[in-house]
């Protein structure tokens, strides 16, 4: 399936500069120009209306001529947040982008206009502020670089090193990439900075701050999303480090819930050795897990042998129910392959029943700064509960509206309407068998 493209939304006062990038980006198989603007309000209005993915904007625009398309694209990002912005600019000052990134590092670039069509430079921003990542012109990198490098003081390491904090690289990507640890790629940096500094004049002292500076809201981005990757289950921190998202914020979404139980769990556990069982519960999750997140689920938790899951939450899928129906399936053959090398070792299996539930909930991001969690409430939450425990091990219990969301063709038994505690109206639901 090809990728969809990226929308961008392009906005300078230039009409030749304006139609020059957008032909430029016209090239690009993986990128497409849905708006254009030649003023602060139609970069307001405009991507207000495409919201795009991305803002590819000048600096100065009117009215003012100023600064109108970094307020704009900040502008554009309080109203849709997550937008990726392309400063275009004519000044290699490092001040500019400094400014731009310490305030916010996450999906910003920030290049030069008479570089633009430079290779494929224009395109790897644009692809990287999409996913949040930062970008600098390779001037605005040198420009920085070249006061506290030019005295010859470095080593070839030290002097890598300094230029990929430059350009605003993140601690983990250095780390990946000089195939160390963090630990030791933030004892690297620390030792270099205190070299420079202490080699520092007053011309390479203002240099040095500009690329602490940047150093500094790199490694600040880096740590909010690393402690969200601790509080929040898999999917919803990057959602969270790109929208901003606040505390107690609702939005409402259709999806499809996912419940699973092991079947006699209770009577397993009164026979078993403790440490044993828990270590069966930890493989067990651990494959539950990687089931669900191969088909863009969300593991939204884990109670005692209980698993809980959502598809198309925190980003909406058009085809959640049946990524929750091959979860399940998955689900049951990793359970399966699990049981068999459990076998070797006469340890009991486990077998389980998943319940699938459609319908529209409500999400928020409740808790504290020590503790957050990511929570869909609704219906459709608790009749996937309920209709689990109509499944016995090896089987799917899909509700009725989950089983119509389906787009293949399915073989399912309709079971008879059931009451449920709760509801009026009986139930309708269909089982699947998994194998």
């Known amino acids: 399936m090809a990728r969809a493209a990226i929308t961008v939304f392009l906005a300078d006062d230039n009409l030749i500069v304006r139609e020059g990038v957008r032909a430029l980006l016209g090239l690009a198989d993986d990128i497409e120009v849905v708006g254009v603007a030649a003023d602060y309000d139609g970069l307001i209005d405009g991507a207000a209306t495409a919201a795009p993915q991305v803002v590819v904007t000048d600096i100065r625009m009117p009215p003012t001529f100023t600064d109108e398309g970094i307020k704009g694209a900040k502008e554009v990002r309080k109203r849709l947040p997550g937008t990726g912005v392309v400063i275009l600019s004519q000044y290699d000052e490092p001040e500019y982008a400094i400014s731009l990134l310490s305030e916010d590092a996450a999906g910003y670039a920030y290049l030069l206009k008479d570089r633009v069509a430079d290779g494929d430079q224009l395109v790897r921003a644009i692809q990287t502020v999409s996913t949040g990542g930062s970008m600098l012109d390779p001037r605005i990198v040198e420009a920085m670089m070249r006061p506290v490098t030019e005295r010859g003081a470095l080593s070839a390491r030290e ?4 230029r990929q904090i430059a350009e605003g690289k ?4 250095i780390a990946a990439a000089s195939r160390t640890t963090q630990a030791a790629v933030d004892d690297d940096i620390g030792k270099l900075f205190l070299k420079l500094a202490q080699q520092a004049s007053s011309g390479t002292s203002a240099a040095l701050e500009k690329l602490k500076m940047l150093h500094s809201a790199i490694v600040q981005r880096e740590e909010q999303g690393d402690t969200l990757s601790r509080l929040l289950p898999g999917g919803v921190a990057e959602k969270v480090l790109r929208e901003g998202r606040a505390t107690g914020r609702t939005e409402e979404l259709t999806v499809t819930v996912l419940m699973s139980d092991i079947r006699g769990y209770s009577t397993i556990a009164e026979d078993a050795d403790p440490t044993v069982l828990a270590r069966q519960l930890n493989e067990h999750r651990a494959r539950m897990n990687r089931a669900i997140l191969d088909e863009g689920g969300t593991v939204m938790q884990f109670v005692g042998d209980a698993v809980m899951a959502v598809f198309g939450a925190p980003l909406p899928q058009d085809d959640h129910a049946d990524r929750a129906l091959r979860g399940a399936r998955t689900m049951h053959a990793a359970q399966n392959a699990l049981n068999d090398e459990w076998s070797r070792e006469a340890l009991p ?10 319908g529209t909930v409500a999400a928020a991001l409740l808790g504290s700064d020590e503790r957050l969690e990511y929570t869909v409430v609704g219906d459709a939450v608790n009749l996937a509960q309920r209709v689990q425990q109509w499944a ?6 899909l509700t009725e509206p989950a089983f119509r969301a389906l787009h293949d063709t399915v073989d399912a038994e309709q079971l008879p309407p059931q009451p449920v505690k709760g509801r009026h109206a009986p139930v309708v639901a269909y089982r699947i068998s998994a194998a």
Not at 159 to 162: I, R, T, Y
Not at 349 to 358: A, E, K, R
């Open 159 to 162: 002097e890598s090193l300094l």
């Open 170 to 173: 993140p601690v983990k990507a």
């Open 349 to 358: 299996p486990f077998q389980l029943g998943i319940g699938v539930s459609t």
């Open 392 to 397: 016995s091990g090896g089987e799917i219990v």
